[in-house]
T-cell receptor, first 116, second 115 residues
Framework: QQQVKQSPQSLIVQKGGISIINCAYE??????FPWYQQFPGKGPALLIA?????SEKKEGRFTISFNKSAKQFSLHIMDSQPGDSATYFC???????????????FGAGTRLAVHP | GAVVSQHPSRVICKSGTSVKIECRSL??????MFWYRQFPKQSLMLMAT?????????EQGVEKDKFLINHASLTLSTLTVTSAHPEDSSFYIC???????????FGQGTRLTVV
C-alpha cells in the first residue's frame, strides 16, 4: 500500500514535444504529491507539487494533473527541451501523519531524453 | 536560500573501515533531516529520519548499528557507515526541512564506493 508506481521507465521525446509521466498510488492517506527532477550525480530538486483538493496545477511548462478517484497523477512537460533530459521521480506523503510531510515514498523514476 | 550541502561528494573506502557523511543546512535551521539511499538507476529509499537532539527513527530493514545517524545541531546531521562492505556502495542523499510541515530540500548526494 505504500508503493507509488511510475511509468514509463524511460521516455524519448523530440524537442518541442510533450513529455508525459504517470504515477499511481494505493494509500488513500497520501495527501501530498511532489515531482522531482534529478540530474546524474546530483540530488533531486523539487519541480512542482499538488494537494488532492485541486485537479491540476501549472507552473511554467510543467503541469500536474491529479485524479483522486483513480488515485493517479501525472506530470506534463510542454515544449520539452534538451535541457529537460533528466530522471523524474514522482513521490507521495501523508502531511497529516506526524513528521509525514517529508517522509516521501518515491516512484521508480523515469529517464527522459529530449532529442534536438 | 534553502541550500543543503553534503560532504564529501565522493568517497572511496576500504572494506571494514567506517566513513562519515555530513549533511548541512547552510541558510536555515533544520529541525528534521532525512537520509536516503539510491542504487544506480533506481529510486530513493528512505533510510531514517532524524530530529535535532533526539535519536533517529530508522525505516524497517535498515540496520541501526551499521548506519549511525547523529543530528547534534540544527544545521548538521551525520551518517556514519560502520564496518563498510562493498554492498554498502551506493549514492546517499540527505534532505532537510525547517519544520515537519514545510518542504524539505535535498543535498547533492554522496557517492560511496567500498573496495
Amino acid at each position: 500500500q505504500q508503493q507509488v508506481k511510475q511509468s514509463p521507465q524511460s521516455l524519448i521525446v523530440q524537442k518541442g514535444g510533450i513529455s508525459i509521466i504517470n504515477c499511481a498510488y494505493e494509500n488513500t492517506a497520501f495527501d501530498y504529491f511532489p515531482w522531482y527532477q534529478q540530474f546524474p550525480g546530483k540530488g533531486p530538486a523539487l519541480l512542482i507539487a499538488i494537494r488532492p483538493d485541486v485537479s491540476e496545477k501549472k507552473e511554467g511548462r510543467f503541469t500536474i494533473s491529479f485524479n483522486k478517484s483513480a488515485k493517479q497523477f501525472s506530470l506534463h512537460i510542454m515544449d520539452s527541451q534538451p535541457g529537460d533530459s533528466a530522471t523524474y521521480f514522482c513521490a507521495a506523503s501523508n502531511i497529516g501523519f506526524s513528521g509525514g510531510y517529508n517522509k516521501l515514498i518515491f516512484g521508480a523514476g523515469t529517464r527522459l531524453a529530449v532529442h534536438p | 536560500g534553502a541550500v543543503v550541502s553534503q560532504h564529501p561528494s565522493r568517497v572511496i573506502c576500504k572494506s571494514g573501515t567506517s566513513v562519515k557523511i555530513e549533511c548541512r543546512s547552510l541558510d536555515f535551521q533544520a529541525t528534521t533531516m532525512f537520509w536516503y539511499r539510491q542504487f544506480p538507476k533506481q529510486s530513493l529509499m528512505l533510510m531514517a529520519t532524524s530530529n535535532e537532539g533526539s535519536k533517529a527513527t530508522y525505516e524497517q530493514g535498515v540496520e541501526k548499528d551499521k548506519f549511525l545517524i547523529n543530528h547534534a545541531s540544527l544545521t548538521l546531521s551525520t551518517l556514519t557507515v560502520t564496518s563498510a562492505h562493498p554492498e554498502d556502495s551506493s549514492f546517499y542523499i540527505c534532505s532537510a526541512s525547517k519544520s515537519t510541515r514545510t518542504e524539505a530540500f535535498f543535498g547533492q548526494g554522496t557517492r560511496l564506493t567500498v573496495v
